[in-house]
């Protein structure tokens, strides 16, 4: 074939696959801008196929990857976005998460420290994260101190403050477990479910004192079922 002509083929086979590229990347769209993600995500996923450094796609994927729960693919397009330094802040921190929760944790802890030195304020979302993956990795002493950070920023949550007490019951700290647990019912942490089958209080259940004090704050109503803590 003339070289030429072979030119003419391959500008044509390129045109082609940025046509199709973009039909279905507009096709997500769509999908996405009519509130089913689920069909959104195979067209999102074919453009990125068709034009890998396609990042707007890539973004598109991702976001429809976390609504779905497919953590897996999510992580797989983060990793390629920070892999070619075409990663977002709001994907740096989403692809941590991700990291902390596939027990990547050193990876997670690297990127994490990355956002603390890249942003010029205090960033609670950063401690959060920490938190979590010192709790992950079965650290809870470290996980204690993050958490107790990320709670001055986040106005006292309910649920930082109980998982505040789980982490001080596995360090086998027993009066810092009851005074964290107490003031997270206190701020409403009323999850009767969570507290039945919590692990941190295998030991702590079968005691007066934990009868006291579930008696002492009513419990969330689950619909008609009947999950008393027992």
């Given at each position: 074939m003339q070289p030429g002509k072979l030119i003419a083929l391959q500008l044509f086979f390129s045109g082609f696959v940025i046509i199709r590229n973009?039909?279905?990347?507009k096709i997500g769209n769509i999908y996405v801008w009519t509130g089913s993600k689920k069909q959104a995500y195979p067209y999102?996923?074919?453009?990125?196929?068709?034009?890998?450094?396609?990042?707007?796609?890539?973004?598109n994927l991702?976001?429809?990857c976390k609504a779905?729960?497919?953590?897996?693919?999510?992580?797989?397009?983060?990793?390629?976005l920070y892999d070619h330094q075409q990663i977002n802040f709001p994907k740096r921190l989403?692809?941590?998460?991700?990291?902390?929760?596939?027990s990547q944790f050193e990876k997670a802890k690297k990127i994490i420290e990355e956002a603390q030195a890249i942003y010029p304020y205090v960033l609670p979302e950063t401690f959060d994260l920490m938190g979590r993956l010192y709790l992950l990795s079965r650290q809870p002493a470290k996980a204690i101190l993050f958490f107790k950070d990320y709670l001055v920023l986040s106005s006292n949550n309910p649920n930082t403050i109980y998982t505040i007490a789980g982490q001080y019951?596995?360090?086998?700290?027993?009066?810092?477990?009851?005074?964290?647990?107490?003031e997270s019912m206190k701020k409403g942490?009323?999850?009767?479910?969570?507290?039945?089958?919590d692990p941190s209080w295998k030991n702590f259940r079968s005691t007066k004192k934990w009868n006291a004090l579930i008696s002492r704050f009513p419990m969330k109503k689950y619909f008609n079922h009947d999950l008393t803590v027992k």
């Open positions: 973009d039909i279905n990347f999102y996923s074919k453009s990125v196929d068709l034009i890998p450094g396609n990042a707007g796609a890539r973004l991702i976001d429809v779905l729960y497919k953590n897996r693919a999510g992580l797989e397009q983060l990793n390629y989403l692809l941590a998460e991700f990291l902390v929760h596939s019951a596995k360090t086998g700290n027993v009066t810092a477990a009851w005074k964290w647990l107490e942490f009323r999850y009767s479910w969570v507290l039945r089958f």
